[in-house]
Structure formats: structure tokens, C-alpha cells
């Protein structure tokens, strides 16, 4: 069975343009959540999306934004990029976490380098 | 708010020694706790998971056991191997919920000498 699955692996951006990073989560799953690892930072929560709603945010400015789309793939947005934006943006999925203990598979990641 | 607190790496072993990774953590309710392990240039995979207190999760010859009464999730593996070099982490969610997040720790850098 296929894991999440993201794309692309790396991408390079120029300082002030956007980028879109995509992923698919495993078959199954209705929650998709991403995260940012920036160096020096560690894991920081960015988005949870399930059944096309976002459902929670982390501290993170309006600019990163997403979506999930009815096949509960989803997208991550991020407009006006900064250098510091720099980072492996992780993708993960779950079945619907009203269970205790529900696992949260992750992708291989998206690096986004800004320039 | 929740928090995860690891131990400082890196930490650096010949091959068969054994390895503790200190984990702590802050939560309001009853959490599950998780560690998760990033091997050089990959994402995150789930290393083992446990969710209620004195569970012991287990995986590929590590284990981890839940204490509530020290709010700890210790790693631990008797004898490791080159191919356990990686970052490890800690991680917890609160069970269920209309906020549902894992939060991390910072993670810790284990280097495994032959």
C-alpha cells in the first residue's frame, strides 16, 4: 500500500514568490496535517485539514495557506516567500483522530529552498 | 500547553552499546506519547507508540514505557547498530479533540560508530 506521498522533492524559489507544495495522503485517511522543520527549529505545526475543512492552525502568519481537495489530497500554499521560509515541509495523514493513540504517518518531505 | 522535553544531543555510541534517550513531557489531559525516527535525508517514520499509562511500545529492538507518575517515555535499545544513526523523537497528542496535533521535541542526533 502506498505511504503519503508528496511532491515536488525540492523546490527553489525566488524571495516574494509563491510556492505550492502538494501530498496524498494513504488511502484511507481523511486527516492530513503538515508541518514545517526549519534548521535549528525542529517540528512546528503548520495545518490539519479533515473532510475538506481546515481544523486547526499553527502559529504561522496568513500567508501559508491550503486546501484539501475532495480525494483528501491536499495542498500547502505559501505566498510572499521569505528567505526564512526555507525548510523540509513535511506532510502527514491519519485515519480520524477521535481514537486515542491514532497514528500520524508522514511523507518524505518537500524542501523548499528560497533564494 | 503541551510540551515534549528531550535530552541534548547528540549523542554519539559504538556499535552495541547501550542507548536511553531521556523524554519528558507537559499535558493537560491523558496523552498518547510517540517516538518517531528520521533517518539522514528522509521524512519522519513511527518507531513504536503507546497510549496509556505503563503501556510499552516496542519496535525493532527498541521500547519505550509510558509513566505517568513521571511523565516520561524514555527510549531505550540494548545493543545498537550502525544503521540505527538518525534523529529520534519524541512526540505526544492529546486523545481525540477538535485540536488535534502531535508536538514534538526537539529531537536528538544519534550517531552509532562500528
Known amino acids: 500500500e502506498a505511504g503519503v506521498t508528496q511532491s515536488p522533492t525540492h523546490l527553489i524559489k525566488t524571495r516574494g514568490q509563491q510556492a505550492t507544495l502538494r501530498c496524498s495522503p494513504i488511502s484511507g485517511h481523511t486527516s492530513v496535517y503538515w508541518y514545517q522543520q526549519a534548521l535549528g527549529l525542529g517540528l512546528q505545526f503548520l495545518l490539519w485539514y479533515d473532510e475538506g475543512e481546515e481544523r486547526n492552525r499553527g502559529n504561522f502568519p496568513p500567508r501559508f495557506s491550503g486546501r484539501q481537495f475532495p480525494n483528501y489530497s491536499s495542498e500547502l500554499n505559501v505566498n510572499a516567500l521569505e528567505l526564512e521560509d526555507s525548510a523540509l515541509y513535511l506532510c502527514a495523514s491519519s485515519l480520524w483522530v477521535g481514537t486515542a493513540g491514532n497514528t500520524i504517518y508522514f511523507g518524505e518531505g518537500s524542501w523548499l529552498t528560497v533564494v | 500547553g503541551d510540551s515534549v522535553t528531550q535530552m541534548e544531543g547528540p549523542v554519539t555510541l559504538s556499535e552495541e552499546a547501550f542507548l536511553t534517550i531521556n523524554c519528558t513531557y507537559t499535558?493537560?489531559?491523558?496523552?498518547?506519547l510517540f517516538w518517531y525516527v528520521q533517518y539522514p535525508g528522509e521524512g519522519l517514520q513511527l518507531l513504536l507508540k503507546a497510549t496509556k499509562a505503563d503501556d510499552k511500545g516496542s519496535n525493532k529492538g527498541f521500547e519505550a514505557t509510558y509513566r505517568k507518575e513521571t511523565t516520561s517515555f524514555h527510549l531505550e535499545k540494548g545493543s545498537v547498530q550502525v544503521s540505527d544513526s538518525a534523529v529520534y523523537f519524541c512526540?505526544?497528542?492529546?486523545?481525540?479533540?477538535?485540536?488535534?496535533?502531535?508536538?514534538f521535541g526537539k529531537g536528538t542526533l544519534l550517531t552509532v560508530n562500528p
Open positions: 512526540a505526544l497528542s492529546e486523545s481525540g479533540g477538535s485540536n488535534y496535533k502531535l508536538t
Open positions: 499535558a493537560t489531559g491523558y496523552p498518547s
